[in-house]
């Protein structure tokens, strides 16, 4: 039997050491109000079993991590006609970068680059009666946790700042592919980024992808092929153009946000995430990525 506790403590006081945290995302100004201190692992067994520790509890923006969630929300109301719209291939490039501008039929190349996202965002504000407050119903219910909410100061706060994200959508809408107003899905897009959430909750959400599509209260949420796929988009584009690092030193899908967590999963064992708000260069938190190679590789569980 692994002592998860006693590997996680050890991990969060070797790492924590780490003099260099990495740099905190101020590109949306609210994002800089953060401690840079701040770091928190939760990791959870399929099993049930839960393991914290540091700032577990602590709630920060998860930023793209939501792009799972929306993903998964769409899929589960539109099916693969999904794939008409996207691609679901690794970018290799940064999460903001045009690389729309490379592909003749304005399709993105996954759900997790912005460009992805948006049309993800697209879809849903076709589909939604009320996107933003049916979004956060579908993750409240997903965690059980009517606590969780949007950062308004946040959304806004990229609302004023976010000039590429606009320019990617108006790129969508000039080959076809944005169906609603500019403004109305990057206001959907904005708030989906902007969802506060602790590690805990993070993993409690992402509980679905490791339980072959059915969530914590055993509720089925997607179809086990469904939970497969998204894995697989995680594991390839989870991590934008660290893609091949975080398989080659981590081995797990998982999925990033600037905000500094990271989500990863085994399939049928466990879910882990992670807080560490100051990012390396590739713009995913720093402390995370080591915290995550040291408990792949100290409880020997990966994917591979
Ligand atoms: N809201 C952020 C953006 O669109 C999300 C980026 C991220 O977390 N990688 O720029």
Redesign the pocket.
């Known amino acids: 039997m692994i002592d998860y506790q006693s590997i996680l403590n050890s991990i969060y006081n070797k790492v924590i050491q780490d003099k260099d945290k990495g740099q905190i995302a101020t590109?949306?100004p609210e994002l800089a109000n953060v401690d840079k201190n701040s770091f928190g692992i939760h990791l959870q067994l399929i099993s049930g079993e839960t393991f914290s520790v540091g700032d577990s509890e602590k709630k920060f923006s998860i930023?793209?991590?939501s792009k799972v969630l929306s993903l998964a929300f769409a899929m589960s109301k539109v099916g693969t006609d999904i794939w008409n719209r996207l691609d679901v291939e690794p970018s290799g490039n940064p999460?903001?970068h045009m690389s729309l501008l490379e592909l003749e039929k304005g399709i993105p190349r996954n759900p997790f680059i912005?460009s992805g996202?948006i049309v993800i965002a697209d879809i849903l504000v076709s589909l939604l009666d009320n996107p933003k407050e049916d979004f956060l119903t579908y993750v409240r219910d997903l965690t059980g946790d009517a606590s969780i909410d949007y950062n308004y100061k946040v959304a806004n706060s990229?609302k004023q700042t976010?000039f590429?994200?606009y320019a990617a959508a108006n790129l969508l809408k000039s080959f076809d592919n944005l169906n609603n107003d500019v403004v109305d899905v990057l206001d959907f897009?904005?708030h989906q980024?902007s969802l506060e959430m602790s590690c805990e909750q993070l993993t409690k959400a992402f509980y679905v992808f490791a339980n072959k599509g059915n969530c914590l209260f055993e509720k089925t949420r997607l179809t086990k092929s469904q939970a497969k796929r998204i894995n697989a988009i995680m594991l390839t584009c989870g991590f934008?153009d660290e893609a091949g690092e975080f398989a080659f030193e981590v081995g797990l899908p998982g999925k990033?946000?600037?905000?500094g967590g990271i989500v990863a999963l085994l399939p049928n064992k466990f879910i882990i995430s992670v807080w560490s708000p100051g990012l390396n260069e590739r713009?995913n938190s720093k402390l995370g990525m080591q915290a995550l190679e040291l408990f792949t590789t100290q409880t020997n569980q990966s994917i591979f």
């Open positions: 590109y949306i930023q793209s991590i999460f903001n912005n996202a990229e976010g590429t994200n897009y904005f980024c934008y990033s946000g600037v905000g713009g």
